[in-house]
């Protein structure tokens, strides 16, 4: 079946920098763009950064922009979000989710993500 499993997150000081992964399986990565969200309790889940799978595009929040790099390596069947220059307002779960295609991806709907991981906790804070 579908899975999408986060790790790599942890506590970490301002100023400092983590790499997430996503490790995809039941599904050909190569046929689905992938997203990055982040979600802290009871708010809505917030785009952070997508990659397409078609062309290697990638989007940002205007958040992060500048600061965080998504990334995939097909053959791995694994996506990556590098994350510098860490604020303590980037403090929440992030997970990633797959796209419901290869072309296109976005970072403000997430109705267009079809499954999702359970998340992994990042933590910035002195």
């Known amino acids: 079946q579908v899975q999408l499993v986060e790790s790599g997150g942890a506590l970490v000081q301002p100023g400092g920098s983590l790499r997430l992964s996503c490790a995809a399986s039941g599904f050909n990565l190569d046929y689905y763009s992938i997203g990055w969200f982040r979600q802290a309790p009871g708010k809505e889940p917030e785009g952070v950064a997508c990659?397409?799978?078609?062309?290697?595009?990638?989007y940002y929040a205007n958040s992060v922009k500048g600061r965080f790099t998504i990334s995939r390596d097909n053959a791995k069947k694994m996506v990556y979000l590098q994350m510098n220059s860490l604020k303590p307002e980037d403090t929440d779960a992030y997970y990633c989710?797959?796209?419901?295609?290869?072309?296109?991806?976005?970072?403000?709907?997430?109705?267009?993500?079809?499954?999702w991981g359970q998340g992994t906790q990042v933590t910035v804070s002195s």
């Open positions: 990659i397409v799978s078609s062309d290697g595009e990638t």
């Open positions: 989710a797959r796209y419901m295609s290869a072309y296109g991806c976005s970072t403000t709907n997430r109705y267009e993500y079809d499954y």
